[in-house]
């Protein structure tokens, strides 16, 4: 699901990369040999994240762009340039579209967007709010707690943080509310529980995405 806004970029690759090997079998199996490195170091890779295949981003713009570069004798010169353009155009213009609507996805979205309005109608101005979209919460003029602008899945099971440090850092900050918009806090074990035993108000925004606040 991760993936699907790239997708159309790995499977020009992926095209590229079997015709290069048709075409030219040397080039192909340099690509290939570079494909098997990159597979490598994906396996070892714990834990492993969408955006830890940017290693692969070099070998697909080589392998898709050297279609444009194999002589196609049947067909004219100008041909080739125009239907390269076209290829990179609609190639640009799916991948465009699929992010943009990946936007609208919590779990492949970087922020829910509708959650800006909900949180602005829930909440005052400069309220503290705990978060595992920092991005919304920033966008509506809101603050995070200062231990947990980052709430990435990486750092909360590297650090091993659990439900009390969270509630901890809650009740330190005197949360005004718990918006989980992405998935990582809801991750934790009970704190799901903790937080409509103390914030009973729930406001559905989107999917998953939830904003709980006091009553």
């Known amino acids: ?22 075409r030219r079998p040397r080039t192909g199996a340099v690509l290939l040999g570079w494909g098997a490195a990159v597979a490598a170091l994906e396996v070892v890779q714990h834990p492993l994240w969408p955006h830890h295949l940017v290693a692969a981003s070099p070998l697909v713009c080589v392998a898709a762009g050297g279609i444009a570069a194999l002589p196609w004798r049947a067909v004219a010169p100008r041909l080739q340039v125009g239907a390269a353009a076209a290829a990179v155009v609609a190639l640009c213009s799916v991948g465009l579209v699929l992010g943009l609507r990946a936007l609208d996805r919590p779990f492949t979205a970087d922020t829910v967007r509708e959650a800006v309005a909900v949180l602005r109608r829930t909440t005052a101005p400069g309220a503290v709010i705990l978060t595992d979209d920092q991005w919304a919460v920033a966008a509506a003029g809101r603050d995070t707690p200062p231990e947990l602008v980052d709430t990435s899945f990486v750092r909360l099971d590297s650090e091993g943080i659990d439900a009390a440090r969270i509630e901890a850092v809650a009740t330190r900050w005197n949360v005004a509310a718990v918006y989980t918009g992405t998935g990582r806090l809801p991750h934790i074990r009970g704190l799901t529980a903790w937080v409509q035993a103390h914030y009973h108000r729930a406001a559905a925004v989107t999917g998953n995405a939830v904003v709980y606040t006091r009553d």
């Open 1 to 22: 699901m991760a993936l699907g806004r790239e997708s159309p970029f790995y499977l020009a690759g992926l095209a590229g990369l079997a015709l290069l090997t048709w």
